[in-house]
């Protein structure tokens, strides 16, 4: 859905003013050299026993050392706030959920509702754990516009690789490749986590309850002591992110699998959602790859941009 259709209820095509997205700071991840892949062996069927249709670590192999150029990754994963303002620029595809959630209505839009039908939006498109039936309508707005401040800093989510992709490039940024991403999140050293080789589950957002009504997603930083030390935030865990590359076999690597090729991108990261009710530290290893259709779109999949070289001057779109 596009946003000059209905959201919410409400024919908005005119009318949606554009709020200035807030530029995600980028990260400096230095040129040289980092361990990439792994080696380890699924030695006790682990991946059988959690129904894993992916056998575990065979497509990280090998381990090897790559060099790579200067780069920047954005600090924070991309958020309701940022992609906001490029929907509206560009009367983009919606993000899955967005025709429903009622984050587009802004508060001249409100301002037209009677009290019935903002009574109604509270309670049914912005779930308000209120009685809405005898508020005001000027404590409705205030309590609509205050629900839609805390989707700002969440990340957005719902987005296919292709408009992921088109983000990107409409902030001069790019989707990150493969190799950039887990050296932003294993270091020079190979880490298994961000921050560093022992699993914790206090440090992310993984196999999260329902929170906020957003099932589970976190404010992006929510987590400082998960982040990298080069100071990337959620690099495990909260969404799975978005890489640039097909999903095919590093050089090297001899397994065979039918998911190879170029039907399939890869996703990093881990989301919130864990499997089940499980939450399964393998999954949010630096190392780990996780093919998805491009055309994909999760509640619990996002990403994050990187730039080459010199570092966007400015965060507007285009």
Same mark, same amino acid.
């Given at each position: 859905? =596009?946003?000059?259709?209905?959201?919410?209820?409400?024919?908005?095509?005119?009318?949606?003013?554009? &709020?200035? &997205?807030?530029?995600?700071?980028?990260?400096?991840?230095?040129?040289?050299?980092?361990?990439?892949?792994?080696?380890?062996?699924?030695?006790?069927?682990?991946?059988?026993?959690?129904?894993?249709?992916?056998?575990?670590?065979?497509?990280?192999?090998?381990?090897?050392?790559?060099?790579?150029?200067?780069?920047?990754? #954005?600090?924070?994963?991309?958020?309701?706030?940022?992609?906001? #303002?490029?929907?509206?620029?560009?009367?983009?595809?919606?993000?899955? *959920?967005?025709?429903?959630?009622?984050?587009?209505?802004?508060?001249?839009?409100?301002?037209?509702?009677?009290?019935?039908?903002?009574?109604?939006?509270? @309670?049914? @498109?912005?779930?308000?754990?209120? #009685? @809405?039936?005898?508020?005001?309508?000027?404590?409705?707005?205030?309590?609509?516009?205050?629900?839609?401040?805390?989707?700002?800093?969440? %990340?957005?989510?719902?987005?296919?690789?292709?408009?992921?992709? #088109?983000?990107?490039?409409?902030? *001069?940024?790019?989707?990150? @490749?493969?190799?950039?991403?887990? =050296? &932003?999140?294993?270091?020079?050293?190979?880490?298994?986590?961000?921050?560093?080789?022992?699993?914790?589950?206090?440090?992310?957002?993984?196999?999260?309850?329902?929170?906020?009504?957003?099932?589970?997603?976190?404010?992006?930083? +929510?987590? %400082?002591?998960?982040?990298?030390?080069?100071?990337?935030?959620?690099?495990?865990?909260?969404?799975?992110?978005?890489? &640039?590359?097909?999903?095919? %076999?590093?050089?090297?690597?001899?397994?065979?699998?039918?998911?190879?090729?170029?039907?399939?991108?890869?996703?990093?990261?881990?989301?919130?959602?864990?499997?089940?009710?499980?939450?399964? +530290?393998?999954?949010?290893?630096?190392?780990?790859?996780?093919?998805?259709?491009?055309?994909?779109?999760?509640?619990?999949?996002?990403?994050?941009?990187?730039?080459?070289?010199?570092?966007?001057?400015?965060?507007?779109?285009?």
């Amino acid at each position: 859905m =596009k946003i000059g259709r209905s959201v919410g209820g409400v024919f908005v095509a005119a009318w949606l003013s554009s &709020a200035a &997205a807030a530029e995600s700071e980028m990260v400096l991840i230095p040129a040289g050299p980092f361990i990439m892949g792994s080696n380890q062996v699924d030695a006790d069927n682990k991946a059988q026993e959690f129904g894993s249709i992916k056998p575990w670590y065979l497509d990280e192999r090998p381990q090897r050392q790559e060099t790579l150029p200067a780069f920047y990754i #954005d600090r924070y994963e991309v958020t309701h706030r940022d992609y906001r #303002d490029f929907v509206m620029k560009n009367n983009y595809w919606l993000p899955q *959920g967005w025709d429903k959630n009622g984050y587009l209505l802004n508060r001249d839009l409100l301002e037209m509702g009677d009290q019935p039908t903002l009574s109604r939006l509270a @309670t049914d @498109t912005y779930h308000l754990d209120m #009685d @809405t039936r005898k508020m005001s309508r000027a404590k409705l707005i205030d309590a609509i516009t205050a629900q839609q401040k805390r989707l700002d800093k969440l %990340p957005v989510s719902g987005v296919t690789w292709t408009a992921a992709r #088109d983000y990107c490039a409409w902030k *001069g940024k790019r989707l990150p @490749t493969e190799a950039e991403w887990e =050296k &932003a999140a294993r270091g020079t050293e190979g880490r298994e986590y961000p921050w560093g080789n022992d699993w914790d589950p206090a440090r992310l957002n993984a196999g999260s309850a329902l929170r906020d009504g957003e099932q589970g997603v976190a404010p992006v930083g +929510s987590y %400082p002591k998960g982040r990298s030390p080069e100071g990337v935030y959620d690099l495990a865990g909260n969404v799975m992110e978005w890489v &640039a590359d097909e999903y095919q %076999p590093y050089q090297g690597n001899q397994e065979v699998s039918e998911l190879y090729g170029k039907k399939y991108r890869v996703a990093r990261g881990g989301g919130w959602g864990g499997v089940g009710h499980y939450t399964i +530290s393998h999954f949010y290893r630096g190392a780990y790859r996780f093919p998805l259709a491009p055309g994909s779109t999760f509640v619990d999949l996002g990403f994050r941009c990187a730039s080459s070289g010199a570092k966007p001057k400015s965060g507007k779109g285009r």
